[in-house]
Protein backbone atom coordinates (compact mmCIF):
# COMPACT_ATOMS: atom_id res chain seq x y z
CA UNK A 1 0.00 0.00 0.00
CA UNK A 2 2.82 2.57 0.77
CA UNK A 3 4.50 1.54 -2.36
CA UNK A 4 1.37 2.35 -4.24
CA UNK A 5 1.04 5.97 -2.74
CA UNK A 6 5.03 6.59 -3.09
CA UNK A 7 3.96 5.87 -6.97
CA UNK A 8 0.88 7.79 -7.58
CA UNK A 9 2.18 10.94 -4.97
CA UNK A 10 5.46 10.81 -7.60
CA UNK A 11 3.43 10.21 -10.59
CA UNK A 12 1.35 13.36 -10.05
CA UNK A 13 4.25 15.87 -9.11
CA UNK A 14 6.08 14.46 -12.46
CA UNK A 15 3.07 15.27 -14.62
CA UNK A 16 2.86 18.69 -13.26
CA UNK A 17 6.60 18.78 -14.23
CA UNK A 18 5.45 17.91 -17.71
CA UNK A 19 2.81 20.29 -17.73
CA UNK A 20 4.51 23.57 -16.39
CA UNK A 21 7.88 22.49 -18.83
CA UNK A 22 4.84 22.09 -21.48
CA UNK A 23 3.70 25.36 -20.71
CA UNK A 24 6.97 27.33 -20.46
CA UNK A 25 7.29 26.51 -24.26
CA UNK A 26 3.86 27.64 -25.23
CA UNK A 27 2.39 24.21 -25.61
CA UNK A 28 -1.38 24.55 -25.81
CA UNK A 29 -3.26 22.37 -23.68
CA UNK A 30 -3.16 19.19 -25.51
CA UNK A 31 0.48 19.55 -25.18
CA UNK A 32 0.45 20.26 -21.84
CA UNK A 33 -1.38 16.82 -21.12
CA UNK A 34 0.87 14.64 -23.45
CA UNK A 35 4.17 16.02 -22.04
CA UNK A 36 2.27 15.61 -18.49
CA UNK A 37 0.98 12.16 -19.29
CA UNK A 38 4.82 11.05 -20.49
CA UNK A 39 6.35 12.72 -17.64
CA UNK A 40 4.64 10.84 -15.07
CA UNK A 41 4.27 7.05 -16.93
CA UNK A 42 7.48 7.32 -18.62
CA UNK A 43 9.35 5.59 -16.29
CA UNK A 44 7.10 3.23 -14.93
CA UNK A 45 6.43 2.21 -18.37
CA UNK A 46 9.96 1.25 -19.17
CA UNK A 47 10.08 -0.35 -15.97
CA UNK A 48 7.23 -2.45 -16.51
CA UNK A 49 8.49 -3.59 -19.78
CA UNK A 50 11.60 -4.50 -18.34
CA UNK A 51 10.47 -6.54 -15.65
CA UNK A 52 7.60 -8.24 -17.99
CA UNK A 53 4.95 -6.69 -16.01
CA UNK A 54 3.10 -6.01 -19.20
CA UNK A 55 0.73 -4.34 -20.03
CA UNK A 56 1.93 -1.47 -18.25
CA UNK A 57 -0.61 -0.24 -15.35
CA UNK A 58 -1.17 2.59 -17.60
CA UNK A 59 -3.38 0.68 -19.62
CA UNK A 60 -5.36 -1.41 -16.86
CA UNK A 61 -5.67 1.49 -14.61
CA UNK A 62 -7.01 5.05 -15.75
CA UNK A 63 -5.84 6.61 -12.94
CA UNK A 64 -2.23 8.37 -14.97
CA UNK A 65 -4.44 9.89 -17.13
CA UNK A 66 -6.45 11.10 -14.21
CA UNK A 67 -3.62 12.29 -12.83
CA UNK A 68 -2.21 14.33 -15.74
CA UNK A 69 -5.15 15.97 -17.07
CA UNK A 70 -4.90 17.23 -13.01
CA UNK A 71 -1.26 18.50 -13.38
CA UNK A 72 -2.53 19.89 -16.94
CA UNK A 73 -4.90 21.80 -15.20
CA UNK A 74 -3.42 22.47 -11.91
CA UNK A 75 -0.11 24.41 -14.32
CA UNK A 76 -2.64 26.28 -16.88
CA UNK A 77 -4.87 27.57 -13.61
CA UNK A 78 -1.44 28.74 -12.02
CA UNK A 79 0.66 29.54 -14.81
CA UNK A 80 1.17 33.30 -13.49
CA UNK A 81 1.78 32.05 -10.17
CA UNK A 82 4.24 29.45 -11.42
CA UNK A 83 6.21 31.99 -13.25
CA UNK A 84 7.49 33.12 -10.53
CA UNK A 85 9.49 30.77 -9.10
CA UNK A 86 13.52 29.80 -10.99
CA UNK A 87 13.55 26.70 -11.47
CA UNK A 88 10.04 25.38 -11.03
CA UNK A 89 10.08 22.13 -13.13
CA UNK A 90 13.71 20.89 -11.68
CA UNK A 91 12.08 21.42 -7.79
CA UNK A 92 8.99 19.09 -8.86
CA UNK A 93 11.53 16.92 -10.51
CA UNK A 94 13.52 17.01 -7.26
CA UNK A 95 10.06 15.49 -5.61
CA UNK A 96 9.50 12.80 -8.25
CA UNK A 97 13.14 11.51 -8.24
CA UNK A 98 13.29 10.80 -4.69
CA UNK A 99 9.96 9.05 -4.62
CA UNK A 100 10.16 7.30 -8.24
CA UNK A 101 13.29 6.01 -7.33
CA UNK A 102 12.20 4.02 -3.98
CA UNK A 103 9.10 2.84 -5.65
CA UNK A 104 10.87 1.52 -8.53
CA UNK A 105 13.59 -0.26 -5.97
CA UNK A 106 10.70 -1.57 -4.48
CA UNK A 107 8.57 -2.91 -7.14
CA UNK A 108 11.83 -4.73 -8.56
CA UNK A 109 12.39 -6.27 -4.79
CA UNK A 110 9.11 -8.44 -5.21
CA UNK A 111 10.32 -9.41 -8.88
CA UNK A 112 13.07 -11.13 -7.09
CA UNK A 113 16.08 -9.69 -8.98
CA UNK A 114 19.29 -8.90 -7.43
CA UNK A 115 20.33 -5.30 -5.32
CA UNK A 116 22.16 -3.95 -8.27
CA UNK A 117 19.32 -4.74 -10.77
CA UNK A 118 16.80 -3.13 -8.30
CA UNK A 119 19.35 -0.40 -8.07
CA UNK A 120 18.87 0.39 -11.86
CA UNK A 121 15.47 -0.22 -12.13
CA UNK A 122 14.53 2.54 -9.54
CA UNK A 123 17.22 5.06 -11.34
CA UNK A 124 15.55 3.79 -14.81
CA UNK A 125 11.74 4.99 -13.45
CA UNK A 126 12.94 8.28 -11.47
CA UNK A 127 14.18 9.32 -14.51
CA UNK A 128 13.01 8.20 -17.54
CA UNK A 129 9.99 10.36 -17.67
CA UNK A 130 11.83 13.33 -17.08
CA UNK A 131 14.39 12.13 -20.06
CA UNK A 132 10.91 11.96 -22.67
CA UNK A 133 9.73 15.40 -21.19
CA UNK A 134 12.91 17.23 -21.91
CA UNK A 135 13.75 15.32 -25.31
CA UNK A 136 10.03 16.78 -26.35
CA UNK A 137 10.99 19.95 -25.46
CA UNK A 138 13.75 20.16 -27.15
CA UNK A 139 16.21 20.04 -24.65
CA UNK A 140 19.05 17.73 -23.15
CA UNK A 141 18.42 15.82 -20.90
CA UNK A 142 19.37 17.05 -17.45
CA UNK A 143 20.33 13.23 -16.61
CA UNK A 144 22.96 13.30 -19.38
CA UNK A 145 24.23 16.83 -18.59
CA UNK A 146 26.63 17.40 -15.71
CA UNK A 147 23.81 17.68 -12.93
CA UNK A 148 23.66 15.88 -9.90
CA UNK A 149 20.40 13.89 -10.83
CA UNK A 150 20.91 10.43 -11.27
CA UNK A 151 23.64 10.39 -8.83
CA UNK A 152 21.34 11.44 -6.00
CA UNK A 153 18.84 8.16 -6.99
CA UNK A 154 22.23 6.25 -6.70
CA UNK A 155 22.75 7.30 -3.79
CA UNK A 156 19.36 7.05 -2.26
CA UNK A 157 19.33 3.64 -3.53
CA UNK A 158 22.09 2.59 -1.59
CA UNK A 159 21.16 4.20 1.54
CA UNK A 160 17.39 2.60 1.01
CA UNK A 161 19.76 -0.56 1.21
CA UNK A 162 21.58 0.36 3.97
CA UNK A 163 18.40 1.28 5.85
CA UNK A 164 16.66 -2.08 5.46
CA UNK A 165 19.66 -3.71 6.66
CA UNK A 166 19.25 -1.94 9.78
CA UNK A 167 15.44 -3.60 10.37
CA UNK A 168 13.76 0.08 10.24
CA UNK A 169 10.00 0.36 10.02
CA UNK A 170 8.85 0.37 6.29
CA UNK A 171 7.56 3.70 6.08
CA UNK A 172 10.89 5.02 7.85
CA UNK A 173 12.68 3.39 5.18
CA UNK A 174 10.84 5.06 2.50
CA UNK A 175 10.28 8.36 3.81
CA UNK A 176 14.13 8.86 5.13
CA UNK A 177 15.78 7.27 1.27
CA UNK A 178 13.01 9.95 -0.57
CA UNK A 179 13.88 12.84 1.74
CA UNK A 180 17.50 11.97 1.04
CA UNK A 181 17.06 11.96 -2.79
CA UNK A 182 15.11 15.54 -2.41
CA UNK A 183 18.04 16.94 -0.33
CA UNK A 184 20.63 15.92 -2.28
CA UNK A 185 18.89 17.13 -6.00
CA UNK A 186 18.05 20.26 -4.05
CA UNK A 187 20.99 21.50 -3.09
CA UNK A 188 22.72 20.40 -5.83
CA UNK A 189 20.27 23.20 -7.90
CA UNK A 190 20.45 25.83 -4.78
CA UNK A 191 24.10 25.92 -4.81
CA UNK A 192 24.74 24.95 -8.66
CA UNK A 193 26.97 21.90 -7.96
CA UNK A 194 28.00 19.74 -11.16
CA UNK A 195 29.90 16.60 -11.62
CA UNK A 196 33.21 17.26 -12.87
CA UNK A 197 33.99 15.67 -16.12
CA UNK A 198 37.85 14.94 -17.29
Same mark, same amino acid.
Given at each position: ????????? $? @? /?? /???? $????? !??????? /? &???????? @? &??GGGMIRSVLIGDVPPLFL??????????? $??????? #????????? !???????????GLFTVAGIRIAQSHGLPWWSCLALGVISATF &???????? !??? %???????? %??? @?????? $?????????? #???? #?????????? %???? !???? +???? +??????
Amino acid at each position: MLIQIWENV $G @T /FV /FCVS $GAIAA !REKAMDW /F &GMFVLAFL @T &GAGGGMIRSVLIGDVPPLFLKDPLTFILAMA $GAALALV #GAKWWAKFH !RIVSFFDAIGIGLFTVAGIRIAQSHGLPWWSCLALGVISATF &GGLLRDVL !RNQ %IPLVLRKE %IYA @TACIIG $GLALFGLDRL #GLHE #GVVLGVTTGI %IVSI !RLLA +IRYA +IHQSVG
